[in-house]
């Protein structure tokens, strides 16, 4: 199902910033989600993590296939996907304001890493947190394979990411194998 974004929000009553604005408008994720959904036989009941979740557009996709998905973002992105799951009915997910050392991964079957990771001081830590706890699928996009390496100048990217991109490449490579790729920078992948 596709809502009307814009009447989306219309109905959240300006509550919205220019980035949550700019994010559900410019950035829909669904056909992103749509063909990774094509690789499970089914995510009902499956504990997913949508970690930088945005405007939750993975995680909602998940959801209405029954998954139990949880989203880790800041207080601001969190309430409007709360907002948008509660419009939809749904009660199947929590929505996480733990720091990173935080973030349990042995609860999850499934981490959505969409657009984050070089959004962090130390992705490095996070991709070795899901490797101990045996996730068994991770979902990546651009990252750990920014080419471009002048997008980690871009204001919330971090240059210490860049500095730790090939090392979690090589770590994700060494301990997952890619089962899909998407317009070459999205990539599934499989303990």
Known sequence: ???????????????????????FLMYDRYYEADNILKHFESVKDMRILDYGAGVGDYGMTFARDGALVDYFDFKIYL????????????RNSDYLRVGV??????????????????????????????????????FTTSYPYIKDLNSFK????????????DECARLLEANYRKIAWFKGALYLWEL
């Open 1 to 23: 199902m596709k809502e009307d974004r814009g009447g989306v929000l219309v109905e959240y009553e300006g509550r919205v910033d220019k980035y949550i604005r700019r994010m």
């Open 101 to 138: 050392d935080e973030i349990d991964c042995e609860d999850y079957g499934f981490i959505v890493f969409g657009e984050v990771l070089e959004h962090l001081h130390h992705p490095q830590k996070l991709i070795e947190k899901c490797i101990k706890a045996k996730v068994k699928y991770l």
């Open 79 to 90: 309430d409007f996907i709360k907002y948008r799951m509660e419009r939809e009915g749904f």
């Open 154 to 165: 871009k204001s919330g990217h971090f240059m210490s990411a860049m500095r730790e991109q």
